[in-house]
């Protein structure tokens, strides 16, 4: 028999206990993939092509404070502004649901799809959203969800704005890292307030090279006036909902880090009571002439296999899991995507191979410290 | 059956070596079960401290928030003369018509930015919250741009030191003083004069109006008039169970709390069978023996069932010790509602603590199922050889 042979006839020979091990770590090497992966989406918010282009302006004192409307004409001067749009959350609820799973902006039709450049959407379509003041557009996400088509009536409850929205859908886009929101016309909302205000303005440069000078253009456009503005870039202003979340990054890593220990604690328990059991063979072993060095590779490789048959079961099916299931719908729209990317498989990977080193170190130095005649009276 | 469990029970005692690993597993499962629950009990208990049971607050029909509600000057008018609102010394209506604006500060060290609430309160809104005391400086003086800062979330900002000035929508703001509100909601605000606030953020309207109505068929008039009264779109309810309702932000925790348990009792039941499958491996001679005394299969399987429940038993009350020192920290994160800062503090509750040690026999008894019944299947002549 040769010396692999050996080893993977020791490892499964308890068949129950070696599939035991390996699921478990298997399972919390899942646990642990999914938490960087949560927790890498939650403070790197996805970015599409339009990212690194787009600017938001918000109302310096905080986001919910509206800005007027008069302040469209000063921005749209400012050279390497592209195109400028009103954007204003509604936050109204749908069929009565409590949570929503969509946000709904009041935008201007004209230039929306300048601003946003990764959606799209037919041609006719787009030019029956912009005809008609009371229609709207719907992500294909969000259409799918409810059945939403082309034509329905479309009805939101104001919670944040006190009116309510009766809408024709004109059309469903696709395309944007987020398909799941509605726009409607600024118009209609301006209507129904009076007008004046608007929530954000969102802002497409010429350039990515323009961006810097664009946002700074636009804040000293208006400082020291009655409603001073924030410009930032759209990564600046994603990020600043992160700092937001408050300590939710240091809570998750404090996880992964028990998870990481409870692993290592169960997989080093399995381990010495795979070796304890067979003390007495490995005493054969040392008594027919095998070294200290050549049992404690035995017991490493059988360990360090077992921890990787975890590691491909566990952080394979979570790469396997996020990448071709819809995650928007597994997670009921909490995620958009869940990338797993290389480095989080490495680390994975990196922690079931120390995993497996860390789990022999304990069971390898009692059969070192065995003495052959102990090994041999052992009897379980 | 005194036997059975006496021997079960000290054979766990006995092999502390093997069946250490197998507790601590699920101690740490267990203790994070704990603090992620503890962080969604808190917030909860947050918002059930906030208000006053006498007080009826009245917000806009349809709003969601109190920071989204809106209540106009003339409407403030005819809800000071409606019957029914408490009077105070001078005989004047005891309400307060609040402003509710969320500013953007900097965060302590350089941490970004996060959104706190501004309350601006008429003169009587301090009366009408008993639960809010001032703690450190002095209250701050109406028809001036002074403010005062919960101390608690003086802690996690920057520049809400007593004497600190800071500028929001272009105007100046002085913190005179720190307040405390019994760990609610109120201990996640910055107090300011109401009609001040109207002017440093040029709101026209009010945002909520909280009055004291201390009869219970008053209020309840109150709530009536204002649900027909077509002049009037408001909605009035009890302070206390406003704040109540207020769960958004727990949801969210509360699942991520639910999903870790999940996932990480798989793994806690796995090493808890393995520990088992072990035990019962190397005692199927005393198994043996202790059938052949008369004991029968189903004593054998509930005597191993109750050592599967008594280890992870051990491990849940040391995870619950491990998780305690973590009760009364306090934390703060985006509320929902109202899309600013909360701060809250850890909260192990003893209904907590019995949720987490049910938890923890819950995973010893799936764990020693089948090693239980294994053991208890095991043939008796057979056994008694085995070495």
Same mark, same amino acid.
């Given at each position: ?65 509206? $800005? ?13 502004? $592209? ?33 946003? %450049? /990764? ?44 009116? /309510? ?36 303005w969102w802002i497409r440069a010429t350039s990515t090279e ?163 005649? %102990? ?6 | ?41 808190? #917030? ?6 906030? !208000? ?8 806009r029909k349809g709003s969601t928030a109190e920071s989204s ?16 609102i408490d009077k105070d010394a001078k005989g004047q209506p ?18 970004? &930015? ?12 301090? &009366? ?28 996690? @900002? ?135 005394? !008369? ?8 005597? @191993?069932?109750? &050592? ?28 929902? &509602? ?17 949720? !987490? ?7 010893? #008894? ?22």
């Amino acid at each position: 028999m040769s010396i692999t042979g050996f080893i993977a006839k020791n490892a499964f020979r308890n068949r129950r206990r070696a599939a035991l091990s390996v699921v478990s770590v298997a399972v919390s090497l899942f646990l642990l993939v999914t938490l960087l992966v949560g927790v890498r989406e939650l403070t790197v918010p996805p970015e599409d092509l339009g990212t690194a282009s787009r600017i938001i302006a918000r109302n310096k004192i905080s986001l919910a404070n509206l $800005l007027p409307a008069r302040q469209r004409a000063t921005i749209e001067k400012i050279p390497g502004v $592209l195109a400028v749009t009103p954007f204003t959350w509604f936050g109204g609820t749908y069929k009565g649901e409590q949570a929503m799973t969509f946000a709904q902006f009041a935008v201007d039709p004209a230039t929306l799809f300048q601003v946003m %450049e /990764d959606a799209k959407m037919p041609a006719d379509q787009l030019a029956a959203f912009q005809a008609e003041r009371t229609t709207c557009i719907v992500g294909k996400v969000t259409a799918e969800k409810y059945g939403i088509k082309v034509g329905d009536r479309f009805q939101l409850g104001g919670t944040f704005w006190p009116y /309510d929205l009766d809408m024709r859908v004109a059309g469903i886009y696709q395309g944007t890292i987020d398909d799941r929101n509605i726009f409607f016309h600024h118009k209609y909302l301006d209507e129904l307030s009076g007008g004046g205000q608007v929530g954000t303005w969102w802002i497409r440069a010429t350039s990515t090279e323009q961006v810097g000078p664009v946002v700074e253009a636009i804040n000293k456009a208006f400082a020291n006036t009655s409603a001073e503005v924030r410009a930032e870039t759209e990564r600046a202003f994603q990020l600043s909902f992160v700092s937001m979340m408050g300590n939710i990054k240091l809570l998750i890593h404090s996880i992964c880090s028990v998870v990481v220990f409870t692993l290592v604690l169960v997989s080093a328990s399995t381990m010495s009571m795979a070796i304890r059991e067979r003390f007495r063979e490995l005493a054969v072993l040392k008594a027919l002439g095998f070294r200290r060095r050549e049992l404690f590779s035995f017991i490493l490789a059988e360990s360090f296999g077992l921890a990787m048959a975890g590691a491909v079961l566990g952080v394979g099916g979570a790469y396997c899991l996020f990448t071709y299931l819809d995650v928007s719908k597994l997670t009921n729209g909490i995620f958009v995507v869940l990338e797993v990317t290389p480095k989080i498989i490495g680390v994975s990977c990196l922690v079931a191979a120390s995993l497996g080193i860390v789990s022999s170190i304990a069971p390898a130095i009692s059969v070192a410290r065995m003495s052959v005649v %102990e090994g041999l009276k052992t009897l379980d | 059956m005194a036997l059975p469990i006496t021997y079960n029970i000290r054979n766990v005692l006995v092999r502390w070596r093997s069946t250490l690993a197998t507790i601590l597993g699920i101690a740490l499962v267990v203790a994070v079960y704990m603090m992620v629950q503890a962080l969604a009990v808190g #917030l909860q208990q947050n918002s059930a401290n906030t !208000g006053d049971e006498r007080n009826l607050l009245i917000v806009r029909k349809g709003s969601t928030a109190e920071s989204s509600s809106q209540v106009t000057r003339e409407q403030l008018q005819l809800l000071k003369f409606v019957e029914g609102i408490d009077k105070d010394a001078k005989g004047q209506p005891l309400i307060s018509a609040d402003v509710l604006v969320l500013i953007n500060l900097p965060r302590k060290e350089g941490r970004g &930015e996060a959104n706190v609430l501004v309350r601006g309160v008429s003169p009587a809104g301090l &009366e009408l919250r008993p639960q809010v005391k001032l703690v450190e400086g002095r209250w701050l003086s109406p028809g001036k741009r002074e403010v005062v800062a919960s101390k608690r979330l003086a802690g996690r @900002f920057a520049q809400l030191q007593i004497g600190d000035k800071f500028k929001t929508a272009g105007q100046e703001l002085t913190v005179v003083g720190w307040l405390e509100a019994g760990k609610s909601a109120f201990d996640s605000e910055i107090w300011m004069d109401a009609d001040e606030a109207r002017s440093v953020f040029d709101r026209e309207f009010y945002s909520t109006v909280l009055a004291r109505v201390s009869n219970a068929a008053a209020a309840a008039a109150i709530t009536n008039r204002l649900e027909t009264d077509k002049r009037l779109p408001l909605r009035g309810l009890r302070e206390t169970d406003y704040y109540k309702s207020q769960t958004m932000t727990a949801t969210p925790i509360r699942f991520l709390g639910n999903f870790l348990a999940t996932a990480m009792s798989v793994g806690a039941i796995f090493a808890a069978m393995n520990t088992m499958y072990a035990s019962v491996g190397a005692r199927t001679r005393e198994v043996g023996t202790l059938r052949v005394l !008369g004991y029968r299969r189903r004593t054998v399987l509930l005597s @191993f069932l109750l &050592e599967g429940a008594f280890l992870s038993l051990l491990g849940g009350i040391l995870g619950c010790l491990l998780s305690l020192p973590m009760n009364g920290y306090s934390t703060g994160t985006l509320s929902f &509602e109202n899309f600013s800062e909360v701060v809250f503090d850890f909260s192990i509750t003893p209904a907590l603590i019995m949720k !987490g040690l049910i938890f923890s026999v819950i995973v010893g #008894l799936i764990g020693s199922l089948f090693p239980a019944l294994r053991a208890a299947r095991l043939p008796v002549i057979a056994s008694l050889k085995s070495l």
